[in-house]
T-cell receptor, first 110, second 115 residues
Framework: DAKTTQPPSMDCAEGRAANLPCNHSTISGNEYVYWYRQIHSQGPQYIIHGLKNNETNEMASLIITEDRKSSTLILPHATLRDTAVYYCIALKAAGNKLTFGGGTRVLVKP | DSGVTQTPKHLITATGQRVTLRCSPRSGDLSVYWYQQSLDQGLQFLIQYYNGEERAKGNILERFSAQQFPDLHSELNLSSLELGDSALYFC??????????????FGEGSRLTVL
């Protein structure tokens, strides 16, 4: 699975959109981009995934560049409960293990 | 609530002892994964089972073993425990979808403290 690179930390104002970048320049054509988050000491939580089209669900939006070398997770209206570590993972297929990197530690401030 | 149940939630034991962590996957999920998260390291993949068979192995120590039973629940056995084994142990399950898209659902973890 391709390596992903994320900033180690970022702050966000409550009520504003949080844009979390992820680079995956070596991603192959059959690798999906998955996003998970882990709120302090809880089990990681699935957020969203995509292959090449932009995706949106009730939690977030995922924007994948046309060349698929990077993506952005957008939390449209960040709340204090969105404070967590966010992981971007490239994964070839369902059934493959997730390999977690360092992620981005997001702090939502009032 | 992810639907994945892990027991016990907390466990304190001494060095040299053996413990068993248990995981019940979501109904219908055939895959079970085990991860370890210690303070100074991120989430480390240990092992994966699919429908009772081992599918993938990560950085799992020889002192650790796991199995998945016919009813699909899984157990992670940790023996000859050392101080460094103190960590959160997460179980996750998934239903595999052809062509991709099967996300993992994680339990709340078992916190092991070795004294």
């Amino acid at each position: 699975d391709a390596k992903t690179t994320q900033p180690p930390s970022m702050d966000c104002a409550e009520g504003r959109a949080a844009n979390l970048p992820c680079n995956h320049s070596t991603i192959s054509g059959n690798e999906y981009v998955y996003w998970y988050r882990q709120i302090h000491s809880q089990g990681p939580q699935y957020i969203i995934h995509g292959l090449k089209n932009n995706e949106t669900n009730e939690m977030a939006s995922l924007i994948i560049t046309e060349d698929r070398k990077s993506s952005t997770l957008i939390l449209p209206h960040a709340t204090l409960r969105d404070t967590a570590v966010y992981y971007c993972i490239a994964l070839k297929a369902a059934g493959n293990k997730l390999t977690f990197g360092g992620g981005t530690r997001v702090l939502v401030k009032p | 609530d992810s639907g994945v149940t892990q027991t016990p939630k907390h466990l304190i034991t001494a060095t040299g002892q053996r413990v068993t962590l248990r995981c019940s996957p979501r109904s219908g999920d055939l895959s079970v994964y085990w991860y370890q998260q210690s303070l100074d390291q991120g989430l480390q993949f240990l092992i994966q089972y699919y429908n009772g068979e081992e599918r993938a192995k990560g950085n799992i120590l020889e002192r650790f073993s796991a199995q998945q039973f016919p009813d699909l629940h899984s157990e992670l056995n940790l023996s000859s425990l050392e101080l460094g084994d103190s960590a959160l142990y997460f179980c996750a399950s998934s239903v595999e979808v052809a062509g991709g898209g099967g996300e993992l659902f994680f339990g709340e973890g078992s916190r092991l403290t070795v004294l």
